[in-house]
């Protein structure tokens, strides 16, 4: 059984920092590609980070976001700096088999958590 579980979540003011986790089981993650999204109140799900052959991020977090493995792969962490009101939302962890993959589209993940919330006040 796949599961995604995402921890870590919370209430920060801006300028904060807070470190989201993502534990993963049922299949071998190290080989899957690693991401995060997040939906804030009222809008549609968007693109965060992603790891997989390459490292890449949403212009909206580049410089204050860092997406990460753990030593043993099948943990996925999210750090994230400078936070800002703007970065209010439920983060998800996602995972596909596509490992090589850029794509930062929703569509481009096959494995979902539930989400944590991260509400940042000003």
């Known amino acids: 059984q796949v599961q995604l579980v995402e921890s870590g979540g919370g209430l920060v003011q801006a300028g904060g920092s807070l470190r989201l986790s993502c534990a993963t089981s049922g299949r071998t993650f190290s080989v899957y590609r690693m991401g995060w999204f997040r939906q804030a109140p009222g809008k549609g799900r968007e693109f965060v980070a992603a790891t997989g052959g390459s490292t890449y991020y949403a212009d909206s977090v580049k410089g204050r976001f860092t997406i990460s493995r753990g030593s043993a792969k099948n943990t996925v962490y999210l750090q994230m700096n400078s936070l800002k009101p703007d970065d209010t939302a439920v983060y998800y962890c996602?995972?596909?088999?596509?490992?090589?993959?850029?794509?930062?589209?929703?569509?481009?993940?096959?494995?979902w958590g539930k989400g944590t919330l991260v509400t940042i006040s000003s």
């Open positions: 996602a995972a596909d088999r596509d490992y090589y993959s850029d794509s930062m589209s929703v569509d481009g993940m096959g494995y």
